[in-house]
């Protein structure tokens, strides 16, 4: 099969088309034909490298993808027949230490990712667990099934699980044109939240204000925490949901209202920022790291898919031979929403 892999850990550069072989199942394994695989800001950490995070090499990226069951391993419970056109729900746990009975699937010791702990969805195939698949809702695409598996669960686990995000409360969201931040604008008006979005270029303001947010603030000419406060009469905002960290950390602190929470799931900019302790527990602010979410938390934002409530927005596609340009653009941040790739044979 054709595959996207990396040898070493690098730039763009590093990335190659090649052929490899096609994945043999065990047990209580599936093999998904991919006609779609979203990237993620993972993709680009993974092909770095993360010096805590070890990974064989070479390896295949890849973690939210939309398929058809090609071939079920022996002996599977498998829940979809061969034919059934899935999404493969990123994230693997054991399901059966403490948390994974818990329902806390993303807390479980050996929890990985599609993509990451093992071989993704940059190929015409990808191997995973039978629990790891999910219908694909009616009315999607290939491509819009693969751009909301992640940024949907990390989504709703910011804005309901730990947001708790309640009608009528102002929400900030950092970086409106990422898929997180186009999905976190949509979770967040569903629940009745008035929303505020920024981005770094005029051309994304409309596409923001299209898809829920009240105000749109170009945080590359405009005082981000200055519009916020104008904007809420100076109360500032309940909830800020970011994902970029260091370049924007001190911005979500300060347009935060007294008694607001932050919530946090990236580091897209840098990874360390000064904190000031005093402003924090003076205005009795709470700050909550988010990392992913739940299989029964994907599910419940995937119901706002299938009722059509809720959007994955598609920014470009690119054929699976061009993952290099596919990453290229998602550096340079110009992408509003998911970047996808095709298997050339799974162009229509």
Not at 179 to 197: C, D, H
Not at 317 to 322: D, H, I, T, W
Request: aromatic share 6%; hydrophobic share 40%; proline share 6%.
């Amino acid at each position: 099969m054709k595959a996207v892999t990396f040898h070493q850990h690098g730039g763009p550069e590093q990335l190659t088309c090649e052929d490899v072989p096609v994945p043999s199942l065990e047990a209580g394994e599936v093999l998904v034909r991919v006609k779609a695989c979203a990237l993620n800001h993972l993709d680009i950490w993974i092909r770095q490298g993360i010096p805590t995070y070890s990974i064989p090499l070479p390896h295949i990226s890849g973690c939210d993808v939309s398929g058809v069951v090609e071939q079920i391993g022996e002996g599977t419970d498998a829940a979809y027949p061969i034919g059934q056109s899935v999404v493969i729900s990123p994230g693997i746990s054991c399901w059966q230490c403490e948390a994974c009975l818990a329902g806390k699937d993303n807390f479980c010791p050996t929890y990985h990712l599609v993509g990451a702990g093992v071989h993704g969805g940059y190929a015409e195939y990808v191997k995973v667990p039978a629990r790891n698949l999910l219908p694909m809702p009616p009315g999607l695409t290939f491509e819009q099934a693969a751009a909301y598996p992640l940024v949907s669960v990390t989504a709703w686990h910011m804005v309901k699980t730990l947001g708790d995000i309640r009608p009528g409360e102002t929400v900030l969201v950092m970086g409106a044109g990422s898929g997180v931040g186009s999905m976190a604008i949509q979770l967040a008006r569903r629940l009745e939240a008035r929303v505020i979005g920024t981005v770094g270029t005029d051309d994304k303001i409309e596409k923001a204000q299209a898809i829920g947010a009240a105000l749109v603030i170009n945080h590359a000419r405009e005082d981000v925490t200055q519009r916020v406060l104008t904007f809420t009469d100076g109360r500032g905002a309940d909830v800020v949901i970011e994902h970029i960290g260091q370049a924007v950390w001190d911005q979500c602190l300060r347009s935060l209202t007294r008694g607001g929470r932050l919530i946090t799931c990236g580091a897209t900019s840098g990874p360390e920022s000064p904190l000031d302790m005093r402003y924090v527990y003076s205005r009795q602010l709470t700050i909550r790291g988010s990392y992913m979410g739940t299989r029964a938390e994907l599910l419940e934002a995937g119901r706002f898919i299938e009722a059509g409530t809720v959007r994955p927005v598609v920014d470009s596609v690119f054929p699976l031979s061009e993952a290099r340009q596919a990453q290229e653009r998602m550096l340079s941040r110009k992408m509003f929403g998911k970047i996808i790739l095709v298997p050339e044979a799974s162009e229509s």
